[in-house]
């Protein structure tokens, strides 16, 4: 199932969140950014470089902190294939295609939703 990250109706990108955590309510995949990224990538970037390998410990804790500051102010929303808004818990995208090429990014989501996880 596609679906859509946007950030005040602009595309983002998109992902199919094909990784699925039921029990902790969380999906992922691999992020496809569309024309939208370039407004939030450089948020996203300070995750990276805060925390160089993926699932690393983070290594500066100055930009993590601005970070996780920027990112709760991001207003983005999650819709499904058939247009519904998924309410989210978080929304982070691991991009760490400077470090490892154009695929290294992924869209990693918390989904509280009870209707997303029956019909998923």
């Given at each position: ?27 992922w ?5 569309g ?82 996880w029956?019909?998923?």
């Amino acid at each position: 199932m596609r679906h859509t990250l946007k950030l005040n109706g602009i595309v983002v990108g998109h992902s199919q969140l094909e990784e699925v955590e039921a029990a902790d309510r969380r999906v992922w995949g691999q992020f496809h950014p569309g024309i939208g990224y370039e407004l939030v990538q450089p948020i996203f970037r300070l995750f990276a470089e805060a925390t160089p390998m993926p699932g690393g410990e983070p290594r500066d804790e100055i930009k993590l902190a601005q970070y996780f500051a920027a990112r709760e102010k991001l207003p983005l929303e999650l819709v499904d294939e058939r247009g519904r808004t998924i309410r989210t818990a978080g929304i982070h995208i691991a991009d760490y295609t400077v470090e490892r090429g154009p695929e290294a990014i992924s869209l990693d989501v918390l989904i509280p939703d009870d209707a997303y996880w029956t019909g998923r």
